[in-house]
């Protein structure tokens, strides 16, 4: 950020006589803040969550992801930043008002940062609720003076002093980046499996996600539904270095198709999921001691009792880690189904063992 010059005058009958100036940098708060010699600074959006400790960090994963919208925001606005969560509701909004060509260039133009179109979709860059939450419209928050940034699958992290080397990184190049001295990248999820089927048996992954296709009218009020089974990495880092919690993110939710286009958008419905278990490794702490153990997680059965755009289950499995050199665990054994009223009593199901 330029530096500010305080100048004083004293003016005189005759003369006018013009003091030192006096320098003053103003304290870091954001990556956008920079040191004249530094590169060109982030915008103004660069404001970003804070978490100072890692059982700060801890608490709080497990509060945001089960809060509602409404708490959601509230928090933002205790936080003094606006979420990348808050702006991809916004690209959804505009989204569902295009209706020309012309209209969809200039949505394209304005969120290309935050999704991307797919088969007539809209896919957002980062998909897990948790990450969606507490990084702003560039991917980025920071722990304990170091910063984060999503990118694809993968998290890049620096010391808060040289953020500026995160500019230019966007979220979709994830390892493509250019590693430079200061600059840590690790893989905080896998890439999904999207199972086509809407019943199948399949080979366990990281991410499982399986879909079902009611195809009503081969174009307006078609509707799928999708079930998702996720495992991914909360990262927090502080001077000790990275700790590592592993984390499940379950999730339903419902496409409708609509508009001119036909394209999919998401749609508010009543949700369902049934027989929801699974078994994957983690870790356990105990005695100073890092041991490896496998967790068996299983979930109520689940009906809305209003309508909604989806229904998550996000918990943390078994103990965090530090500076391990760890990466999602793919579950070794998950059944899951799904369905939604637009489907008409029909379900997505996955196996995988």
């Known amino acids: 950020m330029p530096r500010k010059f305080l100048i004083l005058k004293v003016l005189n009958m005759k003369k006018i ?23 060109e600074p982030f915008s103004a959006s660069s404001a970003m969550a804070r978490f100072s400790s890692a059982d700060e960090f801890k608490t709080m994963t497990d509060k945001i992801v089960s809060m509602t919208d409404s708490e959601l925001d509230q928090w933002e606005k205790s936080k003094s930043f606006v979420s990348y969560r808050t702006v991809l509701k916004e690209a959804i909004a505009v989204w569902q008002q295009v209706e020309s060509e012309e209209a969809q260039t200039s949505f394209i133009k304005k969120y290309h940062d935050i999704v991307k179109i797919e088969n007539d979709e809209l896919v957002p860059l ?16 920071e722990t304990a003076g170091f910063v984060h940034k999503i990118s694809g699958d993968f998290i890049i992290t620096v010391d808060k002093k040289e953020c500026a080397k995160l500019k230019g ?9 250019t590693i430079e001295k200061g600059v840590r990248v690790a893989q905080y999820t896998g890439q999904a499996k999207n199972i086509e089927l809407s019943r199948t048996n399949a080979a366990c992954s990281p991410e499982m996600v399986v879909s079902y296709f009611y195809n009503d009218t081969n174009c307006r009020h ?13 990262r927090f880092t502080n001077y000790e270095g990275d700790w590592w919690q592993p984390r499940v993110e379950t999730k ?20 369902y999921w049934k027989g929801v278990s699974y078994d994957i490794n983690g870790w356990r702490f105990a005695n100073n001691t890092i041991t490896p153990a496998s967790f068996s997680v ?36 998950l059944h899951a189904e799904g369905s939604s009223r637009g489907v008409h009593g029909n379900w997505a199901v996955v196996d995988c063992q």
């Open 298 to 333: 299983s979930l109520p059965d689940y009906t809305s009792k209003i309508d909604e755009f989806h229904h998550t289950d996000d918990r943390a499995i078994g103990d965090r880690v530090l500076n391990h050199n760890i990466s999602p665990a793919a579950f070794t054994r």
């Open 222 to 234: 078609d509707r799928r539904v999708f079930m998702s089974v996720r495992s991914y990495l909360a």
């Open 169 to 177: 990184i966007t979220l979709q190049q994830g390892n493509k980046v």
């Open 17 to 39: 006589y013009f003091s030192v100036f006096f320098a003053s940098l103003i304290a870091v708060l954001s990556c956008n803040e920079q040191a004249d010699n530094q590169p």
């Open 126 to 141: 980062i998909s897990l609720a948790f990450y969606q939450a507490i990084v702003n419209r560039e991917g980025m928050y």
């Open 252 to 271: 339903v939710y419902g496409h409708v198709r609509t508009s001119t286009f036909c394209r999919w958008e998401t749609y508010m419905t009543t949700l």
